[in-house]
């Protein structure tokens, strides 16, 4: 351990440490300040992130790892549950937001990372967060909400429905929840993760709707909530027991809705165990 005080350089503290035309692996979470530090005290090294050095590095989870998750998806599952019974009718998205928020933390998150409330035409959009729109009766709304419970990560996706829907949203919604489980179905070891890509997305496509599936199936999550390996077209990387990564497939129809369910998954030695145990059928609110 090397310390410094402050108003001193620790960049000039930690260069003697390092190979001055050495190539290192720096955290994918590595403030960019300090890597261009580094990279002004020592010109002539180079820098990759850790998750493209040693991608499947922290893929494979331990029983105590799996058990970490497990309580995270638990929570989650509660949070979703108490959600509810809220009120989302003449409610912004933000306020559900802040509710979704506060329930992770009721329920032993110890941190929030996000609270995706997209409501009507904004839930079109797979990269919306939560806005200042007001929801109103007969929106569909996609929820996308985690954290970190016990230092490992939840990450949810449901779509409610504020009213009875119409038959187009009820099946809309249907196609998702069957692409979701064709991609849960196809997790087995051998298999590999392009495999979950295209057998979720082989349902949307049969059903018409190919066009508006616009991002990959999944991604991997433990101590961050993002990480490799992801469910994505090219990416044959063989799945084997105790990798964990979601399945979240959707539907977005611009300007109108959009539909995503997303569970946590696990490899086991002979198929997939679902770390989220919540009802993936449309949700009616208030």
């Given at each position: 351990m090397r310390d410094w005080t402050d108003g001193k350089d620790p960049y000039a503290?930690?260069?003697?440490?390092l190979d001055v035309s050495g190539r290192f692996a720096v955290s994918d979470n590595a403030w960019a300040t300090h890597l261009?530090?580094?990279?002004?005290?020592?010109?002539?090294?180079s820098y990759v992130a850790?998750?493209?050095a040693l991608p499947m590095l922290r893929a494979v989870k331990d029983d105590a790892e799996l058990a970490r998750l497990t309580a995270a998806g638990a929570a989650a599952d509660a949070a979703y549950e108490e959600i509810q019974k809220a009120a989302f009718a003449g409610r912004r998205e933000t306020d559900v937001a802040a509710d979704l928020a506060e329930l992770l933390r009721r329920f032993g998150h110890s941190q929030v990372d996000f609270t995706v409330v997209g409501s009507g035409p904004n839930g079109a959009n797979p990269h919306h967060e939560a806005g200042e729109r007001v929801i109103g009766h007969g929106d569909m709304v996609v929820l996308d909400f985690g954290g970190l419970l016990h230092g490992y990560g939840s990450d949810t996706s449901r779509t409610v429905h504020v009213g009875e829907p119409t038959d187009e949203e009820r099946r809309v919604h249907d196609i998702v929840r069957e692409a979701q489980a064709a991609g849960c179905a196809a997790v087995r070891p051998g298999a590999t993760c392009q495999d979950v890509d295209r057998a979720a997305r082989a349902v949307i496509t049969e059903a018409g709707y190919g066009d508006y599936f616009i991002h990959r199936t999944g991604h991997g999550i433990g101590v961050t909530t993002h990480e490799p390996p992801y469910m994505i077209e090219g990416e044959e990387q063989p799945l084997v027991p105790g990798m964990c990564f979601s399945v979240e497939p959707g539907i977005y129809l611009p300007g109108r809705f959009g539909v995503r369910i997303?569970?946590?998954?696990?490899?086991?030695?002979d198929g997939v165990r679902?770390?989220?145990?919540?009802?993936?059928?449309?949700a009616i609110v208030g």
């Open positions: 503290v930690t260069a003697p440490l261009l530090g580094l990279q002004k005290a020592l010109p002539d090294t850790l998750g493209e997303e569970d946590i998954v696990t490899v086991t030695d679902r770390l989220n145990a919540t009802a993936r059928e449309m």
